[in-house]
C-alpha cells in the first residue's frame, strides 16, 4: 500500500514540475514578444537623470555607445533561443539578471528582501482565513438561527474587493480612529527583519490593516462555500440512511463536515495562485513591499527581468503549496487512497 502511495505521488510530482517548466517558459517568452526595447528604456531613464543632475543632454554619439553597452549587458544581442538557455542557467544559479526598473539592483536581491514581507502577510491570511471560514461556514449551516444573521454578513465580505476592503479599513483606522497607519513606511528600502522591538512594533502596527484586507474577504469566501457543502452534504443518501438509523446527530455531523471539507481543500489549491493577484492591489494601497507590489511596478515600468524573477518565485510557491495539498489529499481523502 505505501509502495502505491509513493508511485501516485511521483507521477504527480513530475506533472507538478512540468507545470513548473511550462509556466516560466512562458514568463520568459510572452515579455519578449512584447514590442519594447528594455535598453531603450534604461538608457531613457539614465538620460532623465543626468539632465536632472548636470542640466545638460548628452550626445547622441554617448548615447548610442550607452545604448550599445545597455544592449550587450543585458544579453539583448543574443538569439532568443539562447537567451532561453541564459534564462535557465540562471535560475539554476540563482542569477535573474539587473532590474531595469531599480537599476542596477540585482533582481535576486530585490526578491530577497521582500520574502520575509510577503510570507508574513499571506500566509496567516490564507489559512487563517480558511480555517475560520469553514468553521463558520459549518456553524451556519448547522445553526438556522446563526445562519440568518451570520451569512448576510459573510456574504457582504466575501464580494467586497480586496482593495475597497483596503480602503474601507483606511478610513476607519487611520482617519477617522486614528489607530494604524495607512502605508508602510520603508517602501521598496526593503528594510530586512531584526529580532529587535522596535522593528517587530513598527512592523506589526504597518502589517495589520493589509493583513485584514486578505484575512476578511477570505473568511467570507471559504463561509459561503463551505455552508454550500454541508448543506449538499446533509441532503446525501448516506446521511438520510444515517438519520433511518438513529444514529446520534454529532456523529452524523462530524461526517458531513468532513466530506464537505474536501472540496475546500481543492479550492485552497486554486486559491493559492489567485490570492497573489489579488493581494498585489492590496499591497499596492499599503506600499506593503510584497510580490504583488513588485510584479505591479515591474509591469508597469516594463521590468520584464524584474518580472521573471518574481513570478518564478511566485510559481514555484504555488507548485509547491499544490503538491503539498496533493500529499495531503491522499492522507485525508479515503476515495484518492
Known amino acids: 500500500m505505501v509502495a502505491t502511495y509513493v508511485r501516485y505521488l511521483v507521477r504527480r510530482f513530475f506533472v507538478y514540475v512540468l507545470i513548473w517548466f511550462v509556466a516560466n517558459s512562458l514568463v520568459f517568452l510572452l515579455p519578449r514578444l512584447l ?3 528594455v535598453a531603450n528604456i534604461i ?9 536632472g543632475s548636470a542640466g545638460t543632454y548628452s550626445p547622441p554619439q554617448a548615447l548610442q555607445k550607452l545604448y550599445n553597452f545597455v544592449y ?13 538557455i541564459d534564462y535557465w542557467k540562471g535560475i539554476f544559479q540563482g542569477n535573474f539578471g539587473i532590474s531595469a526598473w531599480l537599476f542596477p539592483e540585482p533582481v535576486i536581491k530585490i526578491i530577497s528582501g521582500i520574502v520575509f514581507y510577503d510570507l508574513a502577510l499571506l500566509i496567516p491570511a490564507i489559512f487563517l482565513g480558511f480555517w475560520a471560514g469553514n468553521k463558520l461556514g459549518a456553524i451556519a449551516a448547522f445553526n438556522r438561527h446563526v445562519d440568518r444573521i451570520l451569512m448576510p454578513i459573510l456574504y457582504f465580505i ?7 476592503f483596503a480602503m474601507l479599513l483606511i478610513t476607519v483606522f487611520t482617519f477617522y480612529l486614528k ?38 474577504v477570505s473568511i467570507g469566501q471559504w463561509a459561503i ?15 438520510t440512511y444515517a438519520e433511518s438509523l438513529g444514529i446520534r446527530y454529532d456523529i452524523i ?15 485552497l489549491a486554486i486559491n493559492l495562485g489567485l490570492i497573489f493577484v489579488s493581494a498585489g492591489a492590496v499591497e499596492f494601497i499599503f506600499m506593503y513591499p510584497g510580490m504583488g507590489w513588485i510584479i505591479w511596478n515591474a509591469i508597469t515600468n516594463l521590468d520584464y527581468f524584474l518580472m521573471e524573477g518574481a513570478l518564478f518565485y511566485v510559481i514555484t ?14 492522507i485525508i481523502d479515503p476515495r484518492v487512497r
Do not use: C, D, H
Open 35 to 37: 514590442p519594447i526595447n
Open 43 to 51: 538608457v531613457g531613464r539614465l538620460e532623465s537623470a543626468a539632465i
Open 72 to 84: 550587450q549587458y543585458f544579453g539583448l544581442n543574443q538569439s532568443l533561443y539562447i537567451q532561453f
Open 158 to 164: 466575501a464580494y467586497s474587493p480586496y482593495y475597497w
Open 179 to 216: 489607530l494604524l497607519p495607512s502605508t508602510f513606511t520603508s517602501e521598496y528600502t526593503f528594510v530586512m527583519p531584526t529580532l529587535t522591538w522596535s522593528f517587530i512594533s513598527t512592523f506589526l502596527k504597518e502589517w495589520i490593516l493589509p493583513f485584514l484586507s486578505v484575512f476578511l
Open 225 to 239: 462555500g463551505m455552508r454550500a457543502n454541508i448543506v449538499s452534504e446533509l441532503g446525501s443518501n448516506y446521511i
Open 253 to 267: 455531523r462530524n461526517y458531513a463536515y468532513r466530506n464537505a471539507s474536501l472540496p475546500q481543500y481543492s479550492g
Open 317 to 330: 510557491m504555488v507548485v509547491i503549496a499544490n503538491f503539498l495539498i496533493e500529499i495531503v489529499y491522499v
